[in-house]
Nanobody, 127 residues
Framework: QVQLVESGGGLVQAGGSLRLSCAAS????????MGWFRQAPGKERELVAA????????YYSDSVKGRFTISRDTAKNTVYLQMNSLKPEDTAVYYC????????????????????WGQGTQVTVSS
């Protein structure tokens, strides 16, 4: 497994931006597809963005498409989630996770595929 530490959460007004970072250690970072999940109070955890091992393919949920961007800096062992045009409904705890099973170009939407998780970072968007 790989160890993951998120940072960058906080309180922002609607329409604002935040950039989340997820620093990885312990294993070869490029061996993993990476995902950002979020969980709001009373709701199920959902995948909002993911990037394949190849870095060529990405996935975005419909709720964030066009506003969020996932990227990876392999030299820094870090994956980012740039969040723009934030809405109150984006309020949640955001988690990054590592998937060692997907193929080089594959992305899994199943959280059971991800075997390493960070501790989460709170994002609160005020109206």
């Amino acid at each position: 497994q790989v160890q993951l530490v998120e940072s960058g959460g906080g309180l922002v007004q609607a329409g604002g931006s935040l950039r989340l970072s997820c620093a990885a250690s312990g294993r070869i970072f490029s061996d993993y597809a990476m995902g950002w999940f979020r969980q709001a109070p009373g709701k199920e955890r959902e995948l909002v963005a993911a990037i394949a091992r190849s870095d060529i393919r990405t996935y975005y949920s419909d709720s964030v498409k066009g506003r969020f961007t996932i990227s990876r800096d392999t030299a820094k062992n870090t994956v980012y989630l740039q969040m723009n045009s934030l809405k109150p409904e984006d309020t949640a705890v955001y988690y990054c996770a590592a998937d060692p099973r997907s193929t080089y170009f594959g992305i899994s939407r199943d959280d059971q595929t991800y075997d390493s998780w960070g501790q989460g970072t709170q994002v609160t968007v005020s109206s």
